[in-house]
Each structure stands twice: as structure tokens, then as C-alpha cells.
């Protein structure tokens, strides 16, 4: 049996992040609102599910992905169905229970069903016609005052956060959920993204309402003195032995990504019964991820590509330097900042003490062969 997983990352396939599952516990249950940022598969969303069964016996948690919103009415029901079937999922008795739940957010219609094989309760809910704009102004204070009536804690998680910026009224929905926010004395919020420009500039722009409003936490690396053994033991537990040698390789081919090194693990788990080398593996990595890279290629402009490739390919330290801009045939300057701004906002480049590069590591490696 394969022991590796692409899915969320649970028990002993989580590795580590122990400083920062202590410090996300501590915020939650003292009420300090937290932003986790990191690129995309970096694992956000396995550490607030590792937090939120930590915190289970100490508060409700309540996980609402935004990754797929499209509109308001959206974001109202998503948010109202996952509170409910959170709250509903924790009492004893679920009819009364919902019938409470029912009394405290007035502007709901909510129906239960009950699954019939595994008998747990399907709550549907319905917005009415009430705004979805209001069903979003009140649902936080509806729920603290849930949380004070029943003397509970809500931890609410919100992935994939700065989606509400793709929204049409998002300027009014950021203001409604921060003063929801605010407000809240029962319910922390940790909240995750990917796009770390936009979600920067959501907490750090002074005109902006989530201005200050929250901790922010960068997610670090899993240090490779943890990765590394976790990696042995993994292929051991999958009855193969690994070198902490090849783990090492594994975990710099991947720059430590977890994503990736669960994906070239899994595969290298199966090649080596094969009797393939780990370098053949990292190719059939890249091979295999190649249609995503050509999804994000194709989307942008001609000088985004041409700078986005010249920066994998040479790592500079000063975009706008002439010996650079002359040999990756970048153009004027000004052309080079608009696309600049782009690549980053999309967050497909960062920039590191030592220089600019491509965030993903193995879209990197695609983009200079
Ligand atoms: N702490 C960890 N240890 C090992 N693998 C992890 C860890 N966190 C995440 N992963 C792996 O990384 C991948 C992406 O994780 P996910 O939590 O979905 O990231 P994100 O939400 O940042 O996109 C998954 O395959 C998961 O198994
Ligand atoms: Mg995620």
C-alpha cells in the first residue's frame, strides 16, 4: 500500500508545524483573528483541520472553503450552511437543536433530513428573500450571540479568504464581515489564502477595512531536519526502506513544498519497486504537472510570459537592471513594472533576500526546460 496522499494531510502524514499549530490554538481560543498566508499547497488547509480537531473539545469549529464563491448569495449560504451543520453536528439531541439554531438566525429558512445510511443529520438552508448583503451583515452577530446563549466558542475558519475580493460589492462585503468580526466576543476567525498579494493588501492598506484588523501569520517551511525523517519513516511504514540521502533529494527537488513531496514520494514509492531512479521520478513529476503550467501560461500576456520565464530561468536580483532587461529582450521598463505587478498579484513570483523568483518550485523547473 501506497502510504502517501495527495488529499489533506492528517494524522502521522502531517509532519511537524508544531509552533504553529501551539500558536494558532492559543490565538483561537483567546479570540485574536488570524491570517495564515502561504502559496497555494503549502498546507493552509491541513493545518486549520489539525488545529480545529485539537480545539474540538474546546470549541466549535466551523470551516467554510471560498475557494468557488461566484456571488454574494454564495457566500451568504455557504457561510450559514456550514455554521449550521457545525452547530447541529455538535448537540446531542439535533431537532431541539435545530430548533434553537432556527430561533437564532431569524432570516433562515433551515430543513433537516437524516442520511438514510449513516443516520447523521442533513441540514438544508434556504436564504429566503432576504439580501443576501443583509443575511451577510447579521450572520456573525447571530452566531456570537448564539455562541454567549449556549455558553460555546466558535473557531471560524475561512479558506481561501481573499476570493470575497473577486466579488462584485466586494468593498462592502469586506466592511460587513469586518464589523461582524469585530463585534464577535464567542467566535475567533482564522482566516487562509493563497493570494498573497491581494490578501496583504487586504490587512496592511490603510483604506482598506480589514486594515490591522488581524494577526498575521506567514507559514514558514517545514524544516528539512523534520521533513527529511518523516519521509524515511513514511516509506517505511509502506514496508520500503528510503535513505535519508534520497529524502534529502526529495525535499530540495521540491524546495520543501509538502504538495509536491507527498506527489513525488507516492511516486517514487511505486518506481523504485520498479526499480527507477529518483531522477526519472522528478521527471514524470514535471510531466505529469505540465497541463496545470500550461493552464497558467497560456492566461497571460506575451511580456508576462517572456518576464515570468526570464526570472525562473535567471533569478535576478534587480529586475530593472539593463544587462537583464537586454538579455531576456524585456522591453521598456514601464512594460516590464505593469507585467511585474501582474505576476505578483497572481502570486507566480515573490522576491527573497536573494533575489526574484517563481514561487512554485517545480513550475520553475518546467519553465527553463
Ligand atoms: N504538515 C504536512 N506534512 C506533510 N504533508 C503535508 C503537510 N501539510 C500539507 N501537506 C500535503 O501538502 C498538500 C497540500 O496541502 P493543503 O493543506 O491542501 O495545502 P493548501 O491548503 O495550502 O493548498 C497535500 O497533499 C498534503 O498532504
Ligand atoms: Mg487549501
Redesign the pocket.
Known sequence: MNP??????TDD?????VAEIDLLMKNMLSGIHTVVY?????????????VMGRLEKKMVGVYVDLFSITSNEDVAAKLYRCIVQALGHNAADHSSAMSRIAGFFKNLRLSMSFDPITKNPEISVSLGDVNAVVHIETVIGALDEYCAKQKIKVCLIL?EFQEICTLKDSKKIEALLRSGMQAAKHVSFMM?G?RRTILRDMFEDRKRPFYKSAYIMP?PK?PETE?VP?LVRTFKKGGTSLSPEQAQQIVTFCDS???????LSMLFFDMKAKGNALSETQELLIAMEAPDYENIFINLTMNQKRLLQAIAKARPINIFSNSFLVEYHLGSQGGVQSSLSKLKKLDLIEQQKDGWKVVDPIFEKWLKT
Open positions: 502517501f496522499r495527495l488529499t489533506l494531510a502524514l502531517f509532519c511537524n508545524r502561504a502559496p497555494r499547497r503549502y498546507g493552509k488547509s491541513s493545518l486549520a483541520r489539525v479558506d487562509l493563497s507559514l517545514i521533513m518523516f513544498y509538502p504538495y509536491y513531496i507527498q506527489k
